[in-house]
């Protein structure tokens, strides 16, 4: 299961500045997002879209771009 995420920069500085001044708790980008009353939209992604952080995930990376 991956959950890419995309948000502008000035978005997510913004939503970041809010957190810290009001001490709010949040779970992830996107609950900062919606935190500020911004939309969040769902899209579907691509499964060769992975989250690399363990050298096992870095072995499937390297075998997705050498298919390509």
């Known amino acids: 299961m991956h959950t890419p995420q995309v948000i502008k920069p000035s978005l997510l500085r913004k939503g970041f500045e809010v957190v810290y001044r009001e001490g709010l708790e949040v779970t992830d980008d996107v609950s900062i997002v919606e935190h500020l009353k911004h ?6 992604g691509s499964y060769t879209n992975i ?8 072995l499937l990376a390297e075998r997705i771009l050498n298919q390509r």
């Open 39 to 44: 939309p969040v939209y769902i899209t579907e």
């Open 51 to 58: 989250k690399v952080t363990t050298p096992d995930d870095l």
